[in-house]
């Protein structure tokens, strides 16, 4: 299902109705449900009538109220066609998992492999030529990305390398760019990832390129804060001392 409007997978509900129309109304339709087994993907069955197959009408259930006469009012979808929709990113389209090796060195290259699985059996699924891998702090920026080669179409997979700048943990990801966010990445790729310090010049932290914390201010203006602390304080105390004599 796909909003062609709004360019997006529509929020419709868990289950749609799926109803066959024999031809020329030679008998009764039949109606059964297909449910939602991934986003925007429904899946169900009905049986053909003895007399054919007329037409096939999928939509949801309504109701419609006018002078406080209310009467169904089905929602009837349009047929688009068949295969994914062609407007759906990839990413809302397959599944990708993340395989990397048992030890990952920072600032060493590490071979990484993604691999797709399309939602559904679509003879037209295309798959990309490239695949992007993200590392990125786990609530915070990225902080490395490494471009995967498609290397075998018929397994989707994709093989390359990635270099992790830093020791620590860090988030592993896969998407179809290196700076889309959320819009771009497969979220069923995300793995938590340690890289262990191996490389003399691998830090070990993300800190300020002069070595300052990021969440606190250099020795200097620790120094004159805190002087500026005693000079206040000496205020008052003399203040307090005035006040009594």
């Known amino acids: 299902m796909w909003d062609r409007l709004g360019g997006e997978i529509p929020r419709v509900g868990a289950t749609i109705f799926l109803r066959i129309v024999p031809p020329n109304g030679a008998a009764p339709p039949l109606q059964s449900f297909a449910r939602m087994d991934w986003p925007g993907h429904y899946r169900g069955t009905v049986e053909v009538p003895a007399g054919g197959l007329g037409r096939l009408e999928l939509g949801v259930t309504g109701m419609i109220c006018e002078n406080d006469q209310c009467r169904p009012d089905d929602w009837i979808f349009e047929i688009g066609g068949v295969g994914p929709p062609p407007g759906a990113p990839i990413s809302a389209l397959a599944d990708a998992r993340?395989?990397?090796?048992?030890?990952?060195?920072?600032?060493?290259?590490?071979?990484?492999?993604?691999?797709?699985?399309?939602?559904?059996?679509?003879?037209?699924?295309?798959?990309p030529d490239t695949i992007v891998v993200r590392a990125r702090e786990p609530r915070g920026r990225n902080v490395a990305t490494g471009?995967?080669?498609?290397?075998?179409?018929?397994?989707i997979l994709y093989e390359g390398t990635i270099t992790i700048p830093r020791a620590g943990d860090l988030v592993l990801e896969a998407a179809t760019d290196e700076d889309g966010g959320d819009a771009t990445r497969f979220g069923t790729s995300?793995?938590?990832?340690?890289?262990?310090?191996?490389?003399?010049?691998?830090?070990?932290?993300?800190?300020?390129p002069d070595g300052r914390a990021d969440d606190g201010p250099p020795a200097a203006v620790v120094v004159v804060l805190m002087l500026v602390a005693i000079a206040g304080a000496g205020v008052i105390v003399s203040g307090m001392r005035r006040s009594e004599g």
Do not use: K, Q
């Open 98 to 127: 993340i395989s990397i090796g048992d030890t990952i060195v920072a600032a060493t290259p590490s071979d990484v492999t993604v691999t797709l699985t399309p939602a559904a059996d679509w003879e037209s699924f295309v798959a």
């Open 147 to 155: 471009t995967l080669p498609l290397r075998d179409a018929s397994a």
């Open 190 to 208: 995300m793995i938590p990832i340690t890289a262990a310090s191996g490389a003399a010049n691998a830090p070990t932290d993300l800190g300020r």
